[in-house]
């Protein structure tokens, strides 16, 4: 049964800088095209970065182009998204899941950007 477990969130100023990172289990992560998505409140979930099993292709959310930075380490199944500059819209938590077909959503991570 696969298991996604993400971490890192937290309280951070405008401007700054978190790193999230997801544990997978359960399923063979490296043949999986997975992503990260986000819930602010009131708003529906929303995808914000995607990354191709071996790495080599991402895509992006325009809301994150050029502040966001998703990878993977397939061997040791975890998924990352380095977040950059900031912003207070980019409140909300953070989850991980396959791009497709997604499994049953995790606890995810909150993110807080205020000052």
């Known amino acids: 049964q696969a298991q996604l477990v993400e971490s890192g969130g937290g309280l951070v100023q405008p401007g700054g800088s978190l790193r999230l990172s997801c544990a997978a289990s359960g399923f063979t992560f490296s043949t999986y095209i997975m992503s990260w998505h986000r819930q602010a409140p009131g708003k529906e979930r929303e995808l914000v970065a995607t990354?191709?099993?071996?790495?080599?292709?991402?895509n992006y959310a325009d809301s994150v182009k050029g502040r966001f930075t998703i990878s993977r380490d397939n061997a040791k199944n975890t998924l990352h998204l380095q977040m950059n500059s900031l912003k207070p819209e980019d409140t909300a938590v953070y989850y991980c899941?396959?791009?497709?077909?997604?499994?049953?959503w995790g606890q995810g991570t909150q993110v807080t950007v205020s000052t």
């Open positions: 990354i191709y099993s071996a790495g080599s292709s991402t």
């Open positions: 899941n396959r791009r497709f077909n997604p499994w049953s």
